[in-house]
């Protein structure tokens, strides 16, 4: 009996009072799990060199790492703890169904449209602005894009010639302003015409 009660109190203090000296409660826990999965989830779309997939991610999990007050050890402490405890597998099934609930609540959203450079350059010809993007020196390329903005907010129906909504479009001229200036390229598209 001894014996017995000996194995069953190393087992119990092994697991279950052994927590991490910076222990974090199941709840947040498994916060943490979740938004691992949504990181990892996310670099799996990036097309990206071995390099920069590997920089990108140490950056992404630093991020999510203070986020939360910890460190990659206090981390891995309490992911030992939760596992040797038979806690893990109940976490991470609680992340996915929190993962799963999320996505049905974005089941019904649009997607965005890209724009093409094609589709932009018959847009600026059909609203008569081919001359304003080419010829105008007196607005930097970011204003000359602002003004693009503001023309279609107040123009909003003109972006159904291309069969755009006005959020497609403003998110691709904010992926425009990462990039350098096209209409440097489009200046030769319309003079071969």
Do not use: W
């Not at 498994?30 to 990036?46: K, P, S, T, W």
């Not at 350059?121 to 609203?127: A, F, G, H, S, Y």
């Not at 907010?153 to 497609?168: E, V, W, Y």
Request: net charge negative; with cysteine.
């Amino acid at each position: 009996m001894v014996l017995i009660a000996f194995v069953f109190g190393c087992k119990s203090e092994n697991s279950m009072d052994n927590k991490p000296a910076k222990f974090i409660e199941s709840d947040k826990f498994m916060q943490i799990v979740y938004d691992i999965n949504v990181l990892e989830g996310g670099l799996e779309n990036f097309n990206m060199n071995q390099f920069e997939f590997k920089d990108t991610a140490m950056q992404l999990y630093k991020g999510l790492f203070e986020k939360y007050n910890i460190t990659y050890t206090t981390f891995k402490e309490n992911q030992d703890y939760y596992i040797l405890t038979d806690q893990y597998k109940e976490l991470t099934q609680r992340a996915a169904d929190s993962a799963s609930y999320e996505l049905e609540k974005l089941k019904d959203i649009t997607p965005i449209k890209p724009m093409s450079f094609i589709q932009f350059t018959q847009l600026l010809e059909l609203d008569s602005l081919k001359n304003f993007v080419e010829y105008d020196t007196t607005l930097t390329y970011p204003e000359i894009l602002d003004s693009l903005i503001n023309f279609y907010r107040i123009n909003p129906s003109n972006l159904d010639q291309i069969t755009m909504d006005s959020l497609s479009f403003e998110l691709n001229i904010a992926k425009m302003r990462k990039s350098s200036n096209p209409f440097k390229k489009m200046k030769k598209v319309f003079n071969k015409k």
